[in-house]
């Protein structure tokens, strides 16, 4: 019987996504640079595919702990990394949408709901439209918000 792997891509961006909605949560900055980190490692590997055997190794890298291995056998088994689950649900839908669909940075998204509670897709566009300046987005950045928004509603 093959042994289940999984695209080395598609587990960094578990852990990219991850290190993103915790800086939107405004959690702890080590925790972020870890998963960041685990993101880049994973990514660079030399393996396209990954097994159970190949994510063990990850333990020897110097930065690459016990959570991040554990959190890495669970994607393999299972498809999905359960904090990364329990982290989206404590996101509102449209907070977390953009967070994972377009390059709005993870403060933009932060200040926008944690700080001025904003979280309607009419409110985040008059936001980003009132601060548009300031945050230095393009129409173009915008018009991916809009879409992105639209496309989920």
Same mark, same amino acid.
């Given at each position: 019987?093959?042994?289940?792997?999984?695209?080395?891509?598609?587990? /960094?961006? *578990?852990?990219?996504?991850?290190?993103?909605?915790?800086?939107?949560?405004?959690?702890?900055?080590?925790?972020?640079?870890?998963?960041?980190? /685990?993101?880049?490692?994973?990514?660079?590997?030399?393996?396209?595919?990954? $097994?159970?055997?190949?994510? *063990?190794?990850?333990?020897?890298?110097?930065?690459?702990?016990? /959570?991040?291995?554990?959190?890495?056998? +669970?994607?393999?088994?299972?498809?999905?990394?359960?904090?990364?689950?329990?982290? %989206? #649900?404590?996101?509102?839908?449209?907070?977390?949408?953009? #967070?994972?669909?377009?390059?709005?940075?993870?403060?933009?998204?932060?200040?926008?709901?944690?700080?001025?509670?904003? +979280?309607?897709?009419?409110?985040?566009?008059?936001?980003?439209? $009132?601060?548009? %300046?300031?945050?230095?987005?393009?129409?173009?950045?915008? +018009?991916?918000?809009?879409?992105?928004?639209?496309? +989920?509603?």
């Amino acid at each position: 019987m093959k042994s289940k792997s999984v695209n080395k891509y598609q587990l /960094a961006k *578990q852990f990219q996504l991850l290190a993103r909605l915790l800086e939107v949560l405004k959690e702890n900055p080590f925790k972020i640079r870890t998963y960041h980190f /685990a993101a880049n490692v994973i990514g660079s590997l030399d393996k396209r595919e990954l $097994d159970l055997k190949d994510v *063990q190794e990850l333990s020897k890298i110097k930065g690459i702990g016990k /959570a991040i291995v554990e959190k890495s056998r +669970e994607f393999i088994e299972t498809g999905k990394i359960r904090k990364l689950e329990e982290i %989206r #649900a404590k996101i509102p839908d449209t907070i977390r949408i953009l #967070a994972e669909q377009t390059t709005l940075s993870s403060k933009t998204l932060a200040v926008m709901w944690k700080d001025y509670g904003i +979280e309607k897709k009419e409110e985040i566009i008059s936001f980003l439209n $009132d601060y548009k %300046r300031s945050l230095k987005l393009s129409d173009s950045d915008l +018009e991916k918000v809009k879409e992105v928004l639209n496309n +989920e509603s």
